[in-house]
T-cell receptor, first 114, second 111 residues
């Protein structure tokens, strides 16, 4: 499968715990996005990378969120001290080039904070 | 502030009918407009996309109509099928920036 891969698919965690999600983009895609989606809403931008550089981070994003993309390949999104409001689907997408066209999404990681 | 406004929120269409979903934007820097289809529990899948230098793009039963002066674009699904039942999102993108998504349209195609 050469699509965008996300792991895990589902994560249940207790409030206050830290969680980390992984995204493997399509090979050779140099742009990688993280989005969050809650039920009945469209994807909400979190951050994006051009190769290993994090170029933009949503102003709505709490300092508890951090993302990395070492070596410009896979990316991780960490949420520290999770809160119930963090419960959502976390989506990763990748595209080729800075024009960002044809962005392909992974299946997402469903986070439930209890 | 919602960068892309999408309507209707939900849509019910008879099998064989035409489904129409509309989106509007304000930022004239947007230069790429994709539509995504999403099934429950799945990630959004790229369906069709258009750039503002053309007024229409057709791929199979799916057509995007684009009105640059009105800053509006729409998705038409011809001969709608029950398998088309899903949530559809329009999006807008400016080069070097991020994708902005609409709030989604839940489409139900009745057999």
């Amino acid at each position: 499968d050469t699509g965008v891969s996300q792991d895990p698919r589902h994560k249940i965690t207790k409030r206050g715990q830290n969680v980390t999600f992984r995204c493997d983009p399509i090979s050779e895609h140099n742009r990688l996005y993280w989005y969050r989606q809650t039920l009945g809403q469209g994807p909400e931008f979190l951050t994006y990378f051009q190769n290993e550089a994090q170029l933009e981070k949503s102003r709505l994003l709490s300092d508890r969120f951090s993302a990395e993309r070492p070596k410009g390949s896979f990316s991780t999104l960490e949420i520290q001290r999770t809160e119930q409001g963090d419960s959502a689907m976390y989506l990763c997408a990748s595209s080729l080039g800075s024009s960002g066209t044809e962005a392909f999404f992974g299946q997402g990681t469903r986070l439930t904070v209890v | 502030q919602q960068q892309v406004k999408q309507s209707p929120q939900s849509l019910i269409v008879q099998k064989g009918g035409i489904s129409i979903i509309n989106c509007a934007y304000e930022n004239t820097a947007f230069d790429y407009f994709p539509w995504y289809q999403q099934f429950p529990g799945k990630g959004p899948a790229l369906l069709i996309a258009i750039r503002p230098d053309v007024s229409e793009k057709k791929e199979g039963r799916f057509t995007i109509s684009f009105n640059k002066s009105a800053k509006q674009f729409s998705l038409h699904i011809m001969d709608s099928q029950p398998g088309d039942s899903a949530t559809y999102f329009c999006a807008a993108f400016a080069t070097g920036n991020q994708f902005y998504f609409g709030t989604g349209t839940s489409l139900t195609v009745i057999p």
